[in-house]
């Protein structure tokens, strides 16, 4: 069975950072090109970062760029996603994310809430 667990989310101040991890399983994780979405409350999902399966082509949402890093770990089978300088605009629930069989697969997701 395929299986995206997200992990590292939580409280953070304005300016301070937080790393997520997703944990993948029940497939070749080196072979999918994987990414992080978000969602925030009433708002539809927002694409945040994407690396394919060997780590070299990497993308980022203008929103986060400079300040969120990805990263994968294909011997752990292993996503993550190192967030600097958080602000309260990056408060929602994100995922890790990739398309099989043409269909997006995702995990429960962890929430990440910026505030003072």
């Known amino acids: 069975e395929v299986q995206l667990v997200e992990s590292g989310g939580g409280l953070a101040q304005p300016g301070g950072s937080l790393r997520l991890s997703c944990a993948a399983s029940?497939?070749?994780?080196?072979?999918?090109?994987m990414r992080w979405v978000r969602q925030a409350p009433g708002k539809g999902p927002e694409y945040v970062s994407s690396?394919?399966?060997?780590?070299?082509?990497?993308y980022y949402a203008n929103s986060v760029k400079g300040r969120f890093t990805i990263s994968r770990d294909n011997a752990k089978n292993t996503l993550n996603l190192q967030m600097n300088n958080l602000k309260p605009e990056d408060t929602a629930v994100y995922y890790c994310?990739?398309?099989?069989?043409?269909?997006?697969?995702r995990g429960q997701g962890t929430q990440v809430t910026v505030s003072s």
């Open positions: 994310e990739t398309t099989m069989y043409g269909r997006s697969k």
């Open positions: 029940g497939f070749t994780f080196g072979m999918y090109d």
């Open positions: 690396i394919n399966t060997g780590g070299g082509r990497i």
